[in-house]
């Protein structure tokens, strides 16, 4: 039998040779790590466990909450309290920042996170997941306020996602590859299963809700249509289709075998443009990709460079494949 890894040791062996890991933000990394084990447990329950349904009330975005979405921030929320590894979180089920209580001590970390991602799956038995964000407080920052949390995705000093699936794995990266783990049930324990995973350049598959067809604007529209055409067409390849309508799931996906994940602004809202949250969605995930060697734009400029305005802003998002995000992108500038 091979020798199994497990997150901690994978930790330290990456402390060692990068030097990028120190004891609070493995701590931190863990204490997520914990906290997906048990919304992976509470989610495997489904109805047995009465969590399925909606809790009738909304979050900050205006949308109606699932039960688990709120059980899901709990865990991450208590889990992530006491270590003295944080300054402060945020996430997507909560309108302003939330601070440590004054009974723990404080750290320097910031930890912002989508608690439960694709909740539209949840009832239905589709594969969910965690999506995380780690910064660091500016230095001598005091009482953390919104403001510190606006940072660059560039800033990140790890992200991570959990996929609730037919085996729930952990993949996260530090800045030095994307590294995947896999939940091994009985043990609890998240072992080393994939090691730098990278993204092959080209694909001949694509993630997007066409639905929102009608809506779309010209240079989205031009480059499905090119999908769409095939062998016959400019891009001179058949394409297929996949959307699971969990990021997560179709992020993870990409990580697999490749592909182009898009969520565009539209027309509907210009305000709102499209419709994932640059700050524990499409940072993370463009942080991951582009460590796998992908691309992660919002058809103008990279994901990680954008100056965040808000906490819960939301940013067009094009990621994967490196050629094609380039060619959409390129769509886009002309
Ligand atoms: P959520 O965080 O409220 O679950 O919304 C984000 C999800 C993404 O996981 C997914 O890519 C997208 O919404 C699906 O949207 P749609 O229902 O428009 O296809
Ligand atoms: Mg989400």
Redo the contacts with the bound molecule.
């Keep these: 039998m091979t020798k199994r890894i497990s997150l901690t040791q994978h930790l330290i062996e990456q402390q060692r040779l990068h030097n990028k890991i120190p004891s609070e933000l493995r701590l931190l990394i863990e204490v997520v790590g914990r906290a997906c084990k048990s919304i992976s447990h509470a989610v495997g329950k489904g109805a047995l466990g009465e969590v399925l349904g909606s809790a009738e009330s909304e ?1 900050v ?1 205006g ?1 109606v909450q699932k039960k688990l ?1 709120i059980i899901s921030n709990e865990i991450l929320l208590e889990a992530n309290e006491w270590g003295g590894h944080l300054a402060a979180m945020a996430s ?1 089920e909560m309108e302003t920042i939330h601070l440590i209580p004054n009974r723990y001590p404080m750290g320097e970390y910031m930890l912002l996170f ?1 608690p ?6 949840i009832d239905v038995n589709v594969s ?2 965690t999506i995380f964000s780690v910064l660091k407080a500016p230095e001598g920052m005091g009482t953390p306020t919104e403001q510190a949390f606006l940072q660059p995705g560039a800033k990140q000093v790890a992200a991570g996602y959990a996929v609730y699936g037919p085996q729930t794995v952990l993949v996260l990266t530090t800045g030095d590859g994307v590294h995947c783990f896999t939940l091994d049930r009985e043990m609890g324990a998240w072992v080393l299963t994939q090691k730098n995973i990278q993204i092959p350049a080209d694909t001949k598959e694509f ?1 997007i ?1 066409v ?2 067809s009608r809506h779309w604007y010209p240079p989205v529209s031009r480059y499905v249509t090119e999908l769409l055409a095939g062998k016959e067409g400019p891009l001179g390849k058949d394409f297929n289709m996949r ?8 992020v993870h996906r990409i990580l697999t075998r490749g592909g182009i ?1 898009m ?1 565009p602004a539209d027309a509907r809202e210009p305000e709102k443009p499209g ?3 640059l700050m524990y ?1 499409a940072n993370p995930m463009a942080f991951i990709v582009e460590q796998a060697g992908g691309a992660a734009t919002n058809g103008q400029q990279r994901i990680m460079d954008i100056q965040p305005e808000k906490l819960h802003q939301r940013v067009p998002v094009f990621l994967g494949s490196k050629n094609e995000v380039e060619r959409v992108t390129a769509y886009h500038q002309q």
């Design positions: 979050n975005q949308e979405d997507e989508d439960l991602d694709g909740s539209s799956n969910i997941g993630a809700n639905s929102n959307w699971v309508a969990s990021m997560v799931a179709d994940f969520y419709k994932l949250r969605e």
